[in-house]
């Protein structure tokens, strides 16, 4: 017996049989990751994972005969069974722990109580964690085909998600959480995939495969490990390395000419001290909304093209010690933002005609087709009008690498990473099919390192103290590039309606209006940049066996700063001396379609680069977290948590230091965990009331400077209370049957916004009051419910198998401005499938639907001005096909 190997290895006949496959996937996965890497992170919880393989070595022959004989009897139960009263694991199960001929066991979501956790600092129950976290299972992302977090929402109350593209990446808890584009502020709902923050929110618009499982956890996070974050994080779990060899394929091919594949493979490079875990995926599917006006090569926009790939290596040259070593790179190009016009009103709520508007504009005659006036598309969100496609590319690549070393009672950790993630935007900024707007978007570069160590006790302190300290040293340095090109019809759109008239007179004239904006190249630069140190720890006292008090203390430090630029070039010079036959008239009019760079115009303002200005600070999160297990089915637990998140180094429209404060939380969470009828139901429920002050947000401020007297800035919300409750449950009522509900009330309101900017219908710059009213994007109910039935067919030891989910959100504003337009009626999404499959899991075959029966809705919605119209983010159409997916 081998004392460095952590579990049983195959025999040689069989590592000679797999030896060919690891090279391969190696080999593979090395391609794909060579370009330029940094640092990034791991998050299945390396030492527990190897303390698990080394207790299987220890097992007797005697051990591994009831092994087997519990695989044969598995075998002949259902493939949904009750949960039992064992802690499950997480990684490859019984088959590990027999050498001589891989298991496999069927596919099947878990019951609540079986699904363990480790966004703690140990591997538990999550009936066992005294908070309220919701958990998606490998199983069911398999089943379900699900790789997005877009998706990942249809299956856990109270999360949104919104995506365009990666800078237009936002997420949401209750409601709350969504700032896209913005680089110089942190997210209020964290990331955090394989033990990694990702701060970035771009970062999340990608596909995540090979999952063990995704964890959603509620309220003030960072008392415990890794980064702060307000509102909640969203902690996603990749399958770790195995010493035994695994393989795993899977297709999908579908309508849109939809093409999916995905490939795994793990086992031993080098026996007992060295494995490997490789994974790879391609996504491609056509899109699903017509541009009327674009190239006939181009097809339907918002399609998705996606590649991707992970290389992990764990490496064990010690029982005590174990590092673990992870690359991935992921890449993704679109045609552009589709947004579509959702309305452009002929007048204000107060009866007023607009004067100037998108519609009005391109009403003119510079815009006549075959002599008839332009007439746009608007309402449906399957149509827009592009001229200009072209596409946007987003990258990201990382590594990471997390260390492991037992010491005496203790464990120490340490995780080392890096990360770069780059967008490149090309949209056509004006959504119709004229040469206005050609390329509008800010290019971004985020940088990312970061070293956590983590010092966590393996016997309790004192007898009845379970603990955890750690320090987190971060440093981010993101470069946007904000840029817009202007086209041969950008002048006769931007004018004023007296400007156009008068140029539009004469030749010369309709040639200086050209020339005002066509060629203009408007750029606007900006690098902000963060170091954050941080100390945390947190500590269970074991007051009674069935009472347990966590306590929780984190404090950061930040250096947050910035600096901008603006300027522009073109190839016009407007004077008099270029252009014989125009009149001084003619000239200033032509200015002031462009500006002069002082003030006006397109350009407005335009400055040099700003010397870097930002501040420091320190901040605290904090914890108190008693329970109390009644019984083995029935625990209450109750948490009070504060967090902040810092400020942001911002700029108004002049190149002025504007910042914003930072944003304080102050969350209470009554729950219970329950199991009822022999653990074959489980219900959790949860209450919270969550108080933010200072939320970071737009509102209006008084500016002499301005024809208002009025401006909207970045700044801080005085307050908003989230109050409701969540409820989770499985239920299992009979052999291979297995349902899920899972639903929350939501009242998410104003109490202190005063100075909020009215609704663009109102056409009135002053503040308006917003107290008392529900915030954008927080949906009052939503529901997600759905059962998965599997049944032996009694041939070829296979399993018929059959699921259906449904996903509902109850109305609500989608505008960040709460606009009349905004407003997103109730809407439900349901997903099914419908397949056979080997009782033992190695193969399944199915039909799976997503949005079955085509539902219309939007994610978000713009706000209108006197140059676009009300436009929405369309949510995914139906798509559907055959998938294919097989272990060996």
């Not at 108190?624 to 625990?635: A, E, G, R, S, W």
């Not at 663009?760 to 059962?787: H, L, W, Y």
């Not at 009349?820 to 099914?832: E, R």
């Amino acid at each position: 017996m081998n004392k460095h190997r952590p579990g049983g290895q195959p025999p040689r006949s069989q590592k000679r049989k797999d030896a060919s496959f690891q090279s391969a996937a190696l080999l593979v996965a090395a391609s794909l990751l060579a370009p330029n890497y940094s640092y990034a992170k791991d998050d299945t919880d390396l030492a527990a994972e190897v303390e698990r393989l080394k207790k299987e070595l220890a097992a007797s022959k005697q051990e591994n005969e009831q092994l087997k004989k519990s695989v044969a009897t598995t075998a002949a139960e259902p493939a949904v069974a009750p949960a039992a009263e064992v802690a499950p694991v997480v990684a490859a199960p019984l088959a590990e722990a027999i050498p001589s001929k891989p298991e496999f066991v069927a596919e099947a979501p878990k019951a609540l109580g079986e699904i363990v956790v480790n966004s703690r600092r140990k591997e538990e129950k999550l009936q066992d964690v005294p908070l309220p976290i919701s958990v998606v299972g490998g199983e069911v992302t398999k089943r379900d085909n699900i790789v997005s977090v877009h998706e990942i929402t249809q299956k856990v109350p109270n999360l949104l998600f919104t995506a365009s593209n990666s800078r237009q990446t936002s997420i949401a808890i209750r409601g709350l959480g969504k700032n896209a584009s913005d680089e110089a502020r942190d997210p209020s709902v964290g990331v955090q995939v394989d033990n990694v923050p990702i701060i970035w929110p771009g970062s999340a618009y990608t596909n995540f495969v090979d999952l063990d499982h995704i964890e959603l956890l509620r309220g003030p996070q960072g008392t415990l490990q890794g980064k702060n974050a307000n509102l909640g994080l969203l902690n996603i779990v990749t399958k770790a390395p195995s010493w035994k060899s695994q393989y795993y394929v899977e297709g999908f091919a579908g309508n849109r000419d939809s093409l999916q594949g995905k490939a795994s493979a793990t086992g031993a490079v080098i026996d007992g001290l060295l494995a490997y875990r490789g994974s790879f995926y391609i996504d491609k599917r056509d899109g699903f909304v017509d541009n009327l006006d674009g190239p006939v090569t181009i097809g339907k926009l918002k399609e998705t093209t996606r590649l991707g790939g992970r290389l992990q290596l764990l490496f064990t040259p010690t029982e005590k010690l174990s590092a673990k070593i992870i690359l991935d790179r992921a890449s993704s190009t679109n045609s552009q933002i589709a947004d579509y016009n959702v309305i452009d009103p002929v007048k204000f709520t107060t009866g007023e005609l607009r004067a100037t508007s998108w519609s009005t504009r391109l009403a003119r005659d510079h815009f006549n087709q075959n002599g008839k006036t332009f007439r746009a598309v608007s309402g449906d969100p399957r149509k827009v009008q592009f001229d200009d496609i072209r596409g946007s590319r987003a990258d990201q690549q990382g590594v990471s690498g997390e260390i492991n070393y037992d010491l005496p009672g203790h464990k120490l950790t340490s995780i080392s990473a890096y990360r770069y993630g780059m967008f490149e935007p090309h949209n056509d900024g004006d959504r119709s099919p004229f040469a206005i707007s050609e390329i509008a978007g800010g290019t971004v570069e985020a940088r990312q390192w970061s070293q956590e160590l983590r010092l966590t006790s393996l016997e309790p302190g004192f007898g009845f103290i379970d603990y955890q300290v750690g320090a987190l040293g971060l440093r981010t340095n993101n470069d946007v590039t904000s840029q817009t090109a202007y086209g041969a019809d950008a002048g006769a759109f931007n004018a004023s309606n007296a400007a156009y008239s008068r140029l539009n007179a004469t030749a010369i004239g309709r040639q200086l209006m050209r020339d005002s904006l066509d060629g203009l190249l408007a750029t606007t630069l900006n690098n902000p940049t963060v170091t954050s140190l941080s100390a945390f720890g947190q500590a269970d006292l074991h007051i009674t066996d069935k009472a347990t008090l966590t306590l929780g203390i984190r404090d950061t430090w930040e250096d947050r700063s910035n600096t901008t630029q603006k300027y522009y070039s073109t190839p016009h010079d407007l004077t008099l001396a270029n252009y014989k036959g125009a009149t001084a008239k003619n000239i200033s009019d032509a200015i002031s379609i462009r500006g002069n760079g002082i003030s006006g115009g397109i350009l407005g303002n335009q400055y040099g680069k700003i010397d870097r200005q930002g501040f420091d600070e320190n901040s605290q999160n904090w914890l108190v977290n008693p329970n109390y297990k009644f019984t083995k089915d029935l625990m209450v637990y109750f948490s009070v948590a504060g967090g902040e998140k810092a400020g942001a180094a911002l700029f108004d429209a002049n190149g002025k230091a504007e910042n914003a404060k930072s944003e304080k939380v102050l969350d209470f969470e009554l729950g219970l965990k329950s199991s009822w009828f022999n653990r074959s139901l489980f219900v959790n429920l949860n209450l919270y009331d969550t108080l933010v002050a200072d939320y970071q947000a737009r509102l209006t401020v008084a500016d002499a400077t301005t024809n208002s007297g009025f401006r909207t800035k970045t700044g801080n919300v005085g307050e908003i209370e989230m109050q409701g409750v969540e409820l989770e449950t499985t239920w299992i009522p009979l052999e291979g049957l297995s349902t899920f509900l899972n639903g929350a009330f939501n009242h998410a309101v104003y109490t202190d916004f005063a100075n909020a900017p009215c609704v663009p219908e109102d056409n009135n710059s002053k503040p308006c009051n917003f107290t008392g009213k529900t915030i954008p994007n927080a949906p009052q109910f939503t529901v997600n419910f759905g059962a998965d039935y599997r049944k032996p067919l009694g041939f070829y030891g296979l399993d018929g198998i059959v699921f259906l989910n449904n996903s509902y959100r109850s109305g609500a504003n989608m505008n960040s401005d709460l606009s009349q337009y905004g407003w997103q009626k109730a809407y439900h999404i349901t997903d099914g499938g419908i397949g056979v499959a080997s009782h033992n899991g190695k193969y399944n075959l199915s039909l799976i639907a997503r949005n079955i029966f085509d539902t219309r809705f939007v994610t978000n919605v713009g706000s209108m001005s006197g140059t676009s119209t009300v436009s929405g983010v369309q949510g995914e159409a139906r798509y559907f096909g055959v998938n294919f997916r097989s272990n060996f």
